[in-house]
Protein backbone atom coordinates (compact mmCIF):
# COMPACT_ATOMS: atom_id res chain seq x y z
CA UNK A 1 0.00 0.00 0.00
CA UNK A 2 1.61 3.33 -1.25
CA UNK A 3 1.23 6.48 0.82
CA UNK A 4 2.34 10.18 1.56
CA UNK A 5 3.66 10.47 5.09
CA UNK A 6 2.18 13.30 6.96
CA UNK A 7 5.17 14.37 8.83
CA UNK A 8 7.74 13.79 6.42
CA UNK A 9 5.67 14.54 2.77
CA UNK A 10 7.52 11.37 1.09
CA UNK A 11 6.11 8.52 -0.40
CA UNK A 12 6.25 5.08 1.77
CA UNK A 13 5.09 1.57 0.71
CA UNK A 14 4.77 -0.38 4.14
CA UNK A 15 1.74 0.23 6.47
CA UNK A 16 1.47 2.99 7.63
CA UNK A 17 1.79 3.54 11.48
CA UNK A 18 -1.53 5.22 13.06
CA UNK A 19 -0.65 7.26 16.08
CA UNK A 20 -2.07 9.37 18.50
CA UNK A 21 -1.05 12.99 19.98
CA UNK A 22 -2.28 13.09 23.11
CA UNK A 23 -3.54 10.26 25.79
CA UNK A 24 -7.51 9.70 25.81
CA UNK A 25 -7.23 11.05 29.77
CA UNK A 26 -6.20 14.41 28.28
CA UNK A 27 -7.94 14.36 24.65
CA UNK A 28 -10.80 14.09 27.09
CA UNK A 29 -10.28 17.55 28.61
CA UNK A 30 -11.73 20.37 27.89
CA UNK A 31 -9.92 23.17 26.66
CA UNK A 32 -9.63 24.80 29.94
CA UNK A 33 -8.80 21.77 31.66
CA UNK A 34 -5.81 21.28 29.62
CA UNK A 35 -4.25 24.01 30.08
CA UNK A 36 -5.21 24.10 33.50
CA UNK A 37 -4.20 20.75 34.83
CA UNK A 38 -1.91 18.99 31.95
CA UNK A 39 1.56 19.77 30.73
CA UNK A 40 2.12 17.60 27.57
CA UNK A 41 4.89 17.21 24.73
CA UNK A 42 5.83 14.61 22.05
CA UNK A 43 7.01 12.36 24.43
CA UNK A 44 5.15 12.79 27.51
CA UNK A 45 1.88 13.90 29.23
CA UNK A 46 1.24 14.91 32.61
CA UNK A 47 -1.97 15.91 34.16
CA UNK A 48 -2.24 17.18 37.57
CA UNK A 49 -6.01 17.18 39.41
CA UNK A 50 -6.02 18.57 42.39
CA UNK A 51 -6.12 15.26 44.26
CA UNK A 52 -4.02 12.91 41.85
CA UNK A 53 -1.10 13.26 39.09
CA UNK A 54 -1.40 11.11 36.09
CA UNK A 55 1.66 10.12 34.14
CA UNK A 56 1.81 8.99 30.69
CA UNK A 57 4.86 7.97 28.09
CA UNK A 58 4.27 7.77 24.11
CA UNK A 59 5.15 4.11 22.90
CA UNK A 60 3.99 1.54 20.61
CA UNK A 61 1.97 -1.01 19.83
CA UNK A 62 2.81 -3.50 17.46
CA UNK A 63 -0.32 -5.48 15.26
CA UNK A 64 0.44 -8.80 14.08
CA UNK A 65 -0.85 -8.57 10.57
CA UNK A 66 -1.03 -12.70 9.81
CA UNK A 67 -1.04 -12.80 5.90
CA UNK A 68 1.36 -10.31 6.00
CA UNK A 69 5.32 -9.92 7.17
CA UNK A 70 4.75 -6.22 8.08
CA UNK A 71 2.83 -5.02 11.32
CA UNK A 72 0.38 -2.41 12.20
CA UNK A 73 1.59 -0.10 14.43
CA UNK A 74 -0.03 1.67 16.91
CA UNK A 75 1.37 4.97 18.71
CA UNK A 76 -0.07 5.00 21.64
CA UNK A 77 -0.02 6.12 24.86
CA UNK A 78 0.36 4.09 28.60
CA UNK A 79 0.37 5.52 31.86
CA UNK A 80 3.16 5.27 34.33
CA UNK A 81 3.23 5.07 38.10
CA UNK A 82 5.50 8.39 39.22
CA UNK A 83 8.28 6.13 40.18
CA UNK A 84 8.25 4.25 36.52
CA UNK A 85 7.67 7.82 34.88
CA UNK A 86 10.49 9.26 36.64
CA UNK A 87 13.01 6.07 35.87
CA UNK A 88 11.82 5.78 32.00
CA UNK A 89 12.55 10.24 32.01
CA UNK A 90 16.11 9.72 33.43
CA UNK A 91 16.88 6.91 30.86
CA UNK A 92 15.38 8.77 27.88
CA UNK A 93 18.10 10.75 26.85
CA UNK A 94 20.89 7.82 27.13
CA UNK A 95 21.96 5.12 25.00
CA UNK A 96 23.30 2.51 26.67
CA UNK A 97 21.27 2.27 30.19
CA UNK A 98 17.92 2.41 28.63
CA UNK A 99 16.92 -1.42 28.88
CA UNK A 100 14.04 -1.41 31.54
CA UNK A 101 10.26 -2.66 32.27
CA UNK A 102 7.35 -1.53 33.36
CA UNK A 103 4.00 -1.95 34.53
CA UNK A 104 1.58 0.88 32.75
CA UNK A 105 -2.24 0.72 31.51
CA UNK A 106 -2.61 1.76 27.93
CA UNK A 107 -4.78 4.57 27.66
CA UNK A 108 -5.01 4.96 23.74
CA UNK A 109 -8.12 3.37 22.48
CA UNK A 110 -7.99 2.68 18.79
CA UNK A 111 -10.35 2.01 16.38
CA UNK A 112 -12.29 -0.46 16.31
CA UNK A 113 -11.93 -1.09 19.87
CA UNK A 114 -13.96 -0.07 23.22
CA UNK A 115 -12.99 0.09 26.46
CA UNK A 116 -13.17 2.19 29.43
CA UNK A 117 -10.66 0.83 31.97
CA UNK A 118 -7.08 0.61 31.02
CA UNK A 119 -5.76 -2.91 29.22
CA UNK A 120 -2.72 -3.46 31.69
CA UNK A 121 0.76 -3.76 29.94
CA UNK A 122 4.32 -4.63 30.25
CA UNK A 123 6.23 -1.12 28.79
CA UNK A 124 9.36 -2.72 27.29
CA UNK A 125 12.39 -0.41 26.86
CA UNK A 126 15.37 -1.66 25.09
CA UNK A 127 18.70 0.20 24.23
CA UNK A 128 18.76 2.84 21.38
CA UNK A 129 15.96 5.47 20.27
CA UNK A 130 12.49 3.44 19.73
CA UNK A 131 9.97 4.33 21.76
CA UNK A 132 9.05 1.42 24.49
CA UNK A 133 7.17 -1.47 23.05
CA UNK A 134 3.64 -2.36 25.17
CA UNK A 135 2.91 -5.76 25.48
CA UNK A 136 -0.94 -6.31 26.79
CA UNK A 137 -1.03 -8.86 30.01
CA UNK A 138 -2.95 -11.75 28.51
CA UNK A 139 -3.62 -13.32 32.36
CA UNK A 140 -7.42 -11.75 32.68
CA UNK A 141 -7.61 -9.92 29.35
CA UNK A 142 -8.31 -12.56 26.88
CA UNK A 143 -11.63 -11.25 26.41
CA UNK A 144 -10.81 -7.73 25.81
CA UNK A 145 -10.72 -7.54 21.80
CA UNK A 146 -7.35 -5.62 21.61
CA UNK A 147 -5.91 -8.27 23.69
CA UNK A 148 -6.96 -10.97 21.86
CA UNK A 149 -5.71 -9.27 18.46
CA UNK A 150 -2.71 -8.42 19.85
CA UNK A 151 -1.79 -12.16 20.09
CA UNK A 152 -3.66 -13.66 17.23
CA UNK A 153 -3.61 -11.13 14.66
CA UNK A 154 -4.93 -9.92 12.31
CA UNK A 155 -5.29 -10.20 8.66
CA UNK A 156 -4.69 -7.15 5.61
CA UNK A 157 -7.58 -7.19 4.69
CA UNK A 158 -8.68 -5.59 8.62
CA UNK A 159 -5.51 -3.49 8.63
CA UNK A 160 -6.25 -1.75 5.32
CA UNK A 161 -9.67 -1.14 6.84
CA UNK A 162 -8.46 -0.02 10.33
CA UNK A 163 -6.17 2.14 8.17
CA UNK A 164 -8.62 4.14 6.06
CA UNK A 165 -11.18 4.51 9.23
CA UNK A 166 -8.82 6.92 10.62
CA UNK A 167 -7.85 8.43 7.47
CA UNK A 168 -11.57 9.66 6.78
Known amino acids: MKYTCSICGKEHEELPAIAWSSPASYSELAEDEK ?10 CVITYPDQTDRFIRAVLYQRVIDNCQTLDYGVWVSLSEKSFEDYKNRYDTIDNR ?10 VPPPYEFHDGIKTDVVVSNGTNRPEIIPHQIDQMDIPLVRDYYNGINTEEALRRIAEIAD
Do not use: W
Open 99 to 108: DARYFGYLNT
Open 35 to 44: SKYGVISDDY
